[in-house]
Nanobody, 125 residues
């Protein structure tokens, strides 16, 4: 079992940057592949990025490639999402998620068993 808590959200102007953090409890953080998802009002939960248990393999949605970077620090039980060149369309609640490590990185929400409570990101134009 892993408990996830996101932080770092807020209000930023278009073109600005934010770094989200997701702190995980437990001693087995390195056993999990991690993902970030987001959900805008009236829309479904959308995949943003994922990385494997060691951080050596990452994958990002086309909509954020080149702007967002996912990373992790297993010594700190934390996964990050660095968001640059933010756009109003990036406005959403951002969630981190965990799934027991496997041979591929899942991009569907239903493949992740553990979720944080979410952090709001608002990008003004």
């Amino acid at each position: 079992q892993v408990h996830l808590v996101e932080s770092g959200g807020g209000l930023v102007q278009a073109g600005g940057s934010l770094r989200l953090s997701c702190a995980a409890s437990g001693r087995t953080f390195s056993s999990y592949d991690m993902g970030w998802f987001r959900q805008a009002p009236g829309k479904g939960r959308e995949f943003v990025a994922a990385l494997n248990w060691s951080g050596s393999v990452t994958y990002a949605a086309d909509s954020v490639k080149g702007r967002f970077t996912i990373s992790r620090d297993n010594a700190k039980n934390t996964v990050y999402l660095q968001m640059n060149s933010l756009k109003p369309d990036d406005t959403a609640v951002y969630y981190c998620a965990a799934t027991f490590r496997s041979t591929y990185l899942p991009a569907r929400a239903n493949e992740y068993a553990h979720w944080g409570q979410g952090t709001q990101v608002t990008v003004s134009s």
